[in-house]
C-alpha cells in the first residue's frame, strides 16, 4: 500500500494513515491555492486502498476550511459512504472545537445523509 | 506632511488596521492571515467572531486572486489588488478592491444582489446546494465563496463599482463582521 504522510502547514492539514491502528486522521486548516490538486492524492489513495481494506477509522480535526475545501471534503465523504455500502467498516470521528459556535452546524452538516458512523467529539473548552 | 504619513493618518482615521496593496500570492494571503490571527487574538475577542473575520478574508483575498491569475492580462497591471481590515462602529470591516471586465462585473453584482436577497435559512440552503455542485478546477467566478462570506457576515456584503474605462471597472467589495 502506498504511504499517505503529509506534513501540516499554514494553509494545509496534516494526512496521515497509520496502517498498525487502521486510522486516517486530517487535522489543521484547510485554505490551499488549489483544493482539487491538494485533495487530489488523497482522493486517488482512497480509491487504490479502500478496498483492500477491512476497516477504517477516519479522525477529522479541522480548525477552518475554505469553501473549496468544504467541496472536496465532501467528496471525500461521498466516497468513503460508497465504500461502506459495499460492505466496508467505515467510522468516522468528527472533531470541533466547542468554543465555534459554528463549528458544531458544520459538523452536522457534514454527518447528514452519511449512512455510517459519524461522531461529532467537541474538543477543547 | 509627507504623503505616507497622509496615509497613515488616513488609516487611522478609518479605523484601518492592516492595509496590503500589489501584487499578491498565496503566501502573501498566507502570511497576512498569520498577522489577522495575531491582532485578533490580542483583541481578545470571541474565538468564532476570530475565525469568521479569519474566514472571510481568505474567502475574499482567495476570489480576489483567482479571478484575476485567470484573466490573463499583464501580471504587472491586473494581479494588483488593495485589500483592507479595519474596526468601524464595533464591527470589524474587510474591504477589497481590484480590476473587473465590466461582463464580469455585471454577473458578480448580480449574484450579491441575489445573495443579499436571502435570510439564513436560503443563505444556508443555497451553500448547500451550490458546494454540491461539481464545481471544475479552472471555473471562474465566486460562487460558493461570497455566499459563505454572507453566512459569516449575517449578510452585510456591500459592493461599489468605479468605471475606470470601456473595459474595465474597479470592483470594491465590503464585508462587516
Not at chain 1, 19 to 40: K, R, V
Not at chain 2, 62 to 91: C, F, W
Request: with cysteine; charged share 25%; proline share 3%.
Amino acid at each position: 500500500m502506498e504511504k499517505l504522510d503529509l506534513a501540516a502547514t499554514l494553509s494545509t492539514p496534516k494526512i496521515c494513515y497509520c496502517a498498525s491502528s487502521g486510522i486516517l486522521e486530517l487535522s489543521g486548516e484547510s485554505y490551499p491555492e488549489n483544493s482539487f490538486e491538494f485533495y487530489a492524492p488523497l482522493i486517488s489513495w482512497l480509491r487504490q486502498n479502500l478496498e483492500t481494506l477491512q476497516s477504517l477509522q477516519v479522525n477529522v480535526n479541522m480548525t477552518y476550511m475554505n469553501s473549496s475545501s468544504v467541496k472536496c471534503i465532501l467528496d471525500i465523504l461521498d466516497i468513503l459512504k460508497e465504500s461502506a455500502a459495499r460492505g466496508r467498516r467505515i467510522s468516522i470521528n468528527w472533531f470541533y472545537d466547542r468554543e465555534n459556535s459554528r463549528a458544531l452546524e458544520l459538523a452536522e452538516e457534514f454527518g447528514e445523509n452519511l449512512e455510517l458512523p459519524f461522531n461529532i467529539i467537541p474538543t477543547g473548552g | 506632511m509627507h504623503e505616507l504619513a497622509q496615509l497613515k493618518e488616513q488609516f487611522n482615521k478609518n479605523g484601518i488596521m492592516i492595509c496590503f496593496n500589489g501584487p499578491f500570492s498565496q503566501s502573501i494571503i498566507e502570511e497576512i492571515g498569520k498577522a489577522v490571527k495575531t491582532h485578533l487574538e490580542r483583541e481578545k475577542i470571541r474565538k468564532d467572531a476570530m475565525l469568521d473575520v479569519f474566514a472571510v478574508y481568505i474567502e475574499q483575498m482567495q476570489n480576489v486572486k483567482n479571478y484575476l491569475s485567470r484573466t490573463g492580462y499583464p501580471a504587472e497591471v491586473h494581479d494588483s489588488a488593495i485589500m483592507t481590515i479595519g474596526r468601524r462602529d464595533g464591527r470589524y470591516v474587510i474591504t477589497s478592491g481590484n480590476l473587473t471586465e465590466k461582463s464580469d462585473t455585471a454577473g458578480v453584482t448580480r449574484w450579491i444582489d441575489t445573495i443579499k436577497g436571502l435570510d439564513d435559512e436560503g443563505l444556508k440552503s443555497l451553500y448547500k446546494e451550490r458546494i454540491r455542485k461539481s464545481h471544475p478546477p479552472g471555473a471562474r467566478g465566486a460562487g460558493v465563496g461570497l455566499i459563505d462570506m454572507a453566512r459569516r457576515a449575517s449578510n452585510r456584503l456591500s459592493y461599489v463599482v468605479e468605471h475606470i474605462d470601456d473595459v474595465f471597472d474597479f470592483f470594491i467589495l465590503t464585508a462587516e463582521i
